[in-house]
């Protein structure tokens, strides 16, 4: 028995820390040593789980590249065992802009997977059955399969996922709102609907996230409930990867059976110390696992 299965979302980050964003227009900047390292929003998400500790397992598609190497790496070193598949297209990677307080802008290359699956379903099916939690990252390899994961879960085991920018149309998105219990999805281009939206979805429960001004929890009742933010007890360097930090806090205090508003005032606390360091493989101690 595992307690948290992600399927998909690996790659890799290569971080440019710069002056200000948006960048100012100049033909080149010279700017800190530049980064290459593992990243995007399912290798965020089990980190920061195994770094709460729980037992993880991500299950998702890499090039046979030095990318490719590196994400298999980082998984060893966080001790998170992977199921993977090659990916010829190589390896996902973002471009992620850092400013001097830590906020960034991501420039993401998706790789597009080709063909069928490439996991059987009757494979991740068994997956399923054998986890506590599903998060779902939005891979376009994911989609087709998104029946058979939500038919093996069993009773009592949520399924979430990150919709991250979402305006609430583009119509890619939707099969991952449909089929999870817990969508998290951020302010950014919502603005004054994310209620109305919360709404379309109930009784799901929703989660929107406004970066360092809180959140709120959408139960799936009707109600709201403001999430404060949580203070970072150290400098903030990168904003990147709070969010699958956030997630990954939500989902294990959920699983010690905390009640959503406690999860929820929790998960803000981790991510507000994921922001304290310097990419996403955490050390010890340093994300509150209480």
């Known amino acids: 028995m595992i307690d948290l299965l992600v399927l998909g979302g690996l790659g890799v980050d290569v971080r440019v820390r710069v002056p200000a964003l948006p960048l100012p227009a100049a033909d080149s900047h010279t700017v800190e040593p530049i980064e290459l390292r593992i990243g995007n929003t399912g290798a965020g998400v089990a980190l920061a789980a195994r770094a709460l500790g729980l037992r993880v397992l991500v299950v998702d598609t890499l090039g046979a590249d030095p990318a490719g190497e590196l994400v298999r790496a980082a998984l060893t070193r966080a001790e998170v065992p992977a199921l993977l598949a090659e990916h010829r297209g190589g390896t996902r990677r973002s471009v992620n802009l850092v400013d001097p307080g830590g906020r960034r802008t991501s420039l993401y290359d998706p790789r597009p997977w080709q063909g069928v699956p490439p996991f059987p379903a009757t494979e991740l099916a068994a997956l399923v059955r054998d986890a506590r939690h599903v998060h779902l990252s939005i891979m376009d390899w994911v989609v087709p399969l998104l029946p058979a994961v939500r038919a093996a879960a069993p009773a009592g085991v949520a399924l979430s996922t990150d919709l991250h920018d979402w305006d609430g149309e583009n119509t890619y998105h939707r099969p991952f709102a449909e089929v999870a219990d817990l969508v998290l999805l951020s302010t950014v281009r919502l603005g004054d609907r994310a209620a109305s ?82 990419g996403m493989e955490y050390p010890p101690g340093l994300l509150p696992t209480g």
């Open 197 to 278: 939206l919360a709404g379309t979805l109930a009784p799901r429960t929703v989660v929107v996230t406004r970066g360092a001004d809180g959140a709120e929890l959408y139960p799936g009742d009707g109600t709201a409930v403001p999430v404060p933010p949580a203070a970072p007890e150290k400098p903030v360097v990168d904003s990147n990867g709070a969010g699958d930090a956030f997630a990954a806090g939500l989902i294990a205090a959920r699983l010690r059976g905390e009640p959503l508003p406690r999860a929820a005032r929790y998960a803000a606390r981790v991510a507000a110390a994921a922001c304290t360091h310097d």
